[in-house]
């Protein structure tokens, strides 16, 4: 069983919808991440939280907004969504800070399909 | 342009033979390299890691090797066995990893025949 889990499993949504993707970890960690994976591309990184402070940003369009209310919970809201944005989406977490050697530990992800 | 590279997207083994994964990374910086393994509806899970200060980390049937020199690094997997059948990422970090996050290669399919 995973200590990171991630609802919905699964979303269909339009791209007027608002929705929200949740994770939670049970770790212990103090360091929260949003990945994306899309068809045939590496798992992109799109945001950092360390200590409940987003530390990356890394780009991403706005219509993705991340919540991160304590060391254990993180959020992703999404409103007026692409079909290019469907994609897996994955939370991970880990034991951060500098010179910390501490691998990710991910949830099984959000297969998010914009229509 | 990317910094970790899988060139393999699939790689077929016989079980109980030897599989070899392979991984390039162009950054310097890189000091901190992982494998992940991924089963389908599943999240990546971690496999095993390495430090730049090290060029061979062994954990049972995994064997991940580093050649700073060539930005190479390998998985190997003695002996295959069915349930290794996954998608390997490759990952590395700067900085001794932590709270940076990861970069990711784009996966090889590993499948073990009987």
């Known amino acids: 069983e995973t200590g990171v889990t991630q609802t919905p499993r699964h979303l269909v949504m339009g791209m007027t919808n608002k929705k929200s993707l949740k994770c939670e970890q049970h770790l212990g960690h103090n360091a929260m991440y949003w990945y994306k994976q899309s068809a045939k591309k590496p798992l992109e990184l799109m945001f950092v939280?360390?200590?409940?402070?987003?530390?990356e940003n890394n780009s991403v369009p706005s219509r993705f907004s991340p919540e991160c209310p304590n060391s254990s919970h993180l959020f992703l809201h999404l409103h007026t969504l692409q079909p290019e944005d469907s994609a897996l989406y994955l939370c991970?977490?880990?034991?951060?800070?500098?010179?910390?050697?501490?691998?990710?530990?991910f949830g099984n992800g959000t297969r998010l399909t914009v229509t | 342009d990317q910094q970790v590279k899988q060139n393999s997207p699939s790689l077929s083994v016989q079980e109980g033979r030897i599989s070899i994964l392979n991984c390039d990374y162009t950054n310097s910086m890189f000091d901190y390299f992982l494998w992940y393994k991924k089963y389908p509806a599943e999240g990546p899970t971690f496999l095993i890691s390495?430090?730049?200060?090290?060029d061979k980390n062994e954990d049972g049937r995994f064997t991940v090797f580093l050649n700073k020199s060539a930005k190479h690094l390998s998985l190997h997997i003695v002996p295959s066995q069915p349930g290794d059948s996954a998608v390997y990422f490759c990952a590395a970090s700067e900085g001794g990893g932590g709270a940076d996050g990861l970069t990711f290669g784009k996966g090889t399919h590993l499948i073990i025949q009987p």
């Open positions: 939280y360390s200590l409940e402070e987003r530390v």
């Open positions: 390495i430090s730049s200060i090290k």
């Open positions: 991970a977490s880990s034991q951060g800070g500098q010179g910390v050697n501490s691998p990710l530990h």
